[in-house]
């Protein structure tokens, strides 16, 4: 078997957003918000099942999966693989738009339902050595937690490094399947007994797939795979331009420390390489 890679955007989608398997998305949720007793999520509706074509016409847009359980609570689930920066400011605004869309009047303000954020990063965004981190709005001194309609969680998959033997609780296995599935062949054993992972794998099972599903996923593994050569060569390009301003630098200090000695202008400019106008100009703007 081939799985697909679940950071791929349709890929996410296709196996945590699909109206007829619910119950991944579920498991999911309760795992990684350590939803139990009667905070369990029993259903969900989704806002934005998975549809291609759909995902097609969105094109660069964010795929997130937004859902609602039975309480009308809502929760954004967001993977993001490339830091494009502010993500943080960005989830802040996806929340607070998710939590005033709500309601139409400003009388409702008692309808107003909390709003989860679970954003799966490819990425470190935070300095602590935490993978999984809920982050509440609290009292400075008591550390009250009054103001409960917004909760953001961030799962830093470059700061997971778990073995699946490793993973203790549903919430490890669901990081430790994101972040290794289309390295898998098979599923585990430590996976295969468990229904919501099955058909986790079953939907990321490439080979079920049709034609068009495949041609996009690859569309959007290539844009990935450019967008971060496009960066390898950014980032090369600017060291060769520091390493060759550096170099201009250090040729005129040494051009205006021979014309302090008087060193004929021919001379300096065979020792350092410089054009005659550029020696001359030292000379111009009076930097002696």
Not at 23 to 41: A, M, P, Y
Not at 130 to 142: P, V, W
Not at 245 to 269: T, Y
């Amino acid at each position: 078997m081939k799985f697909a890679d679940p950071k791929n955007d349709i890929a996410f989608k296709k196996i945590f957003g699909d109206e007829k398997h619910k119950e991944v998305l579920i498991s999911f949720l309760n795992s990684v918000l350590d939803f139990k007793n009667e905070k369990t999520i029993l259903d969900v509706t989704l806002s934005n099942t998975y549809q291609l074509s759909q995902i097609e016409e969105l094109k660069d847009t964010i795929l997130d999966i937004k859902a609602t359980n039975q309480n009308n609570e809502e929760f954004i689930i967001e993977m993001q693989k490339k830091d494009i920066g502010d993500f943080a400011k960005r989830s802040l605004y996806y929340t607070s738009k998710s939590y005033v869309n709500q309601i139409k009047k400003a009388e409702q303000y008692k309808e107003l339902k909390k709003v989860y954020f679970i954003g799966i990063l490819d990425f470190a965004i935070f300095n602590t050595p935490h993978y999984l981190s809920r982050h509440l709005i609290l009292d400075s001194k008591t550390l009250n937690h009054e103001l409960k309609d917004f909760e953001f969680n961030y799962i830093e998959l470059k700061k997971f490094n778990l073995s699946l033997q490793e993973c203790d609780s549903i919430a490890k296995k669901w990081i430790y399947f994101i972040n290794n599935a289309s390295s898998l062949d098979l599923i585990p054993k430590e996976l295969e007994n468990i229904k919501e992972f099955q058909i986790a794998f079953q939907s990321a099972n490439t080979y079920t797939w049709d034609k068009k599903e495949l041609n996009y996923y690859d569309r959007v593994s290539l844009k990935k795979g450019d967008d971060k050569n496009a960066l390898i060569t950014a980032e090369k390009k600017g060291i060769e331009q520091g390493i060759e301003q550096g170099v201009k630098k250090e040729k005129l200090e040494i051009a205006k420390n021979l014309l302090i000695a008087n060193v004929d202008i021919d001379i300096i400019a065979q020792t350092t390489k410089l054009s005659i106008e550029q020696i001359e100009s030292l000379i111009d703007r009076r930097h002696l």
